[in-house]
C-alpha cells in the first residue's frame, strides 16, 4: 500500500515514514505544505494519504482543506488527519462530506505504533478511526436530542463505533460481549430514528448524528 505524508516538521515526518514502513506502506512522497500534498497525490494515486490539520503558510486548516480535495478529486485514497489538539470540527467537517476512508487521531497516538497502525489500515480499508479524546470530548458535549434518549451504556457503544471500530473492538473495550454489543447497537439506531437499510451505513449514519454533522 502507498502511502504520502503530508507534514511541516521533518523530526516527525521521519517518525511517521518508520511507522507506516513498519506497518506495511511504501512511503511515496513526503511534503511540508497543502500544495505540495494535492500534487504528490494527483501524481501517485495512493491509497494513504498522512496530512497535518495545520501546514504552511497560514498554520490554520490548510491541511484539512487539502485532505476534503482530495476525497473530492480521488476518493479512492484514505485520509487520516493528525492533529496536535483536539479539535473536533475538523472530524465533523471531513465526515460530512465523505463517511469512508477518513481518520482524525491526534499526534501523540503515533507513539503506540500498533495501536496506529491499525488504525491507519482501518481507514486505508475503507473504515473510519476517530481519536478516543475527540469522541470523549464530543460526549460532554453532545447532550441535545435525539443522544440523550441514550443510556449511559449505549452512548458508551456509540463512543466506541465512532472510534472506527467493529462489534468485536467495541465488546473489548467494554468488556462485553458481542450479542451484548449488537443489542445495544440496535437500540441505538431505534431511537436516533434512523431508517432501516445496510447495517454498515447506518453506522456511519450513528456516527454522524453523534458527530453533529448530518445535515438531513
Same mark, same amino acid.
Given at each position: 500500500?502507498?502511502?504520502?505524508?503530508?507534514?511541516?516538521?521533518?523530526?516527525?515526518?521521519?517518525? !511517521?515514514?518508520?511507522?507506516?514502513?513498519?506497518?506495511?506502506?511504501?512511503?511515496?512522497?513526503?511534503?511540508?505544505?497543502?500544495? #505540495?500534498?494535492?500534487?504528490?497525490?494527483?501524481? %501517485?494515486?495512493?491509497?494513504?494519504?498522512?496530512?497535518?490539520?495545520?501546514?504552511?503558510?497560514?498554520?490554520?486548516?490548510?491541511?484539512?482543506?487539502?485532505?476534503?480535495?482530495?476525497?473530492?478529486?480521488?476518493?479512492?485514497?484514505?485520509?487520516?488527519? !493528525?492533529?496536535?489538539?483536539?479539535?473536533?470540527?475538523?472530524? #465533523?467537517?471531513?465526515?460530512?462530506?465523505?463517511?469512508?476512508?477518513?481518520?482524525?487521531?491526534?499526534?501523540?497516538?503515533?507513539?503506540?505504533?500498533?495501536?496506529?497502525?491499525?488504525?491507519?489500515?482501518?481507514?486505508?480499508?475503507?473504515?473510519?478511526?476517530?481519536?478516543?479524546?475527540?469522541?470523549?470530548?464530543?460526549?460532554?458535549?453532545?447532550? @441535545?436530542?435525539?443522544?440523550?434518549? !441514550?443510556?449511559?451504556?449505549?452512548?458508551?457503544? !456509540?463512543?466506541?463505533?465512532?472510534? @472506527?471500530?467493529?462489534?468485536?473492538?467495541?465488546?473489548?473495550?467494554?468488556?462485553?460481549?458481542?450479542?451484548?454489543?449488537?443489542? %445495544?447497537?440496535?437500540?441505538?439506531?431505534?431511537?436516533?430514528?434512523?431508517?432501516?437499510?445496510?447495517?454498515? %451505513?447506518?453506522?456511519?449514519?450513528?456516527?454522524?448524528?453523534?458527530?453533529?454533522?448530518?445535515? #438531513?
Amino acid at each position: 500500500m502507498r502511502a504520502v505524508i503530508a507534514e511541516d516538521s521533518v523530526l516527525l515526518r521521519v517518525g !511517521l515514514v518508520k511507522v507506516l514502513e513498519t506497518g506495511g506502506f511504501r512511503v511515496v512522497a513526503e511534503v511540508g505544505d497543502g500544495e #505540495a500534498l494535492l500534487a504528490a497525490v494527483e501524481e %501517485h494515486r495512493p491509497e494513504l494519504a498522512l496530512v497535518d490539520v495545520r501546514m504552511p503558510p497560514g498554520f490554520a486548516d490548510e491541511g484539512v482543506r487539502a485532505a476534503m480535495e482530495i476525497r473530492r478529486r480521488w476518493p479512492r485514497t484514505a485520509v487520516v488527519l !493528525l492533529s496536535q489538539y483536539v479539535e473536533e470540527r475538523y472530524a #465533523a467537517d471531513l465526515l460530512s462530506a465523505n463517511t469512508s476512508g477518513v481518520g482524525y487521531l491526534l499526534k501523540q497516538r503515533v507513539a503506540d505504533v500498533a495501536e496506529f497502525v491499525e488504525a491507519v489500515r482501518r481507514v486505508t480499508a475503507g473504515g473510519t478511526a476517530l481519536d478516543p479524546q475527540v469522541v470523549a470530548q464530543l460526549l460532554l458535549r453532545r447532550d @441535545g436530542d435525539p443522544l440523550k434518549r !441514550l443510556t449511559p451504556r449505549e452512548r458508551d457503544v !456509540l463512543g466506541v463505533m465512532a472510534e @472506527g471500530r467493529s462489534n468485536a473492538g467495541i465488546a473489548q473495550a467494554l468488556g462485553v460481549s458481542e450479542s451484548a454489543v449488537a443489542k %445495544h447497537i440496535n437500540n441505538i439506531f431505534a431511537k436516533l430514528d434512523l431508517p432501516v437499510v445496510d447495517a454498515d %451505513h447506518r453506522r456511519v449514519l450513528a456516527v454522524l448524528r453523534f458527530l453533529g454533522a448530518s445535515r #438531513a
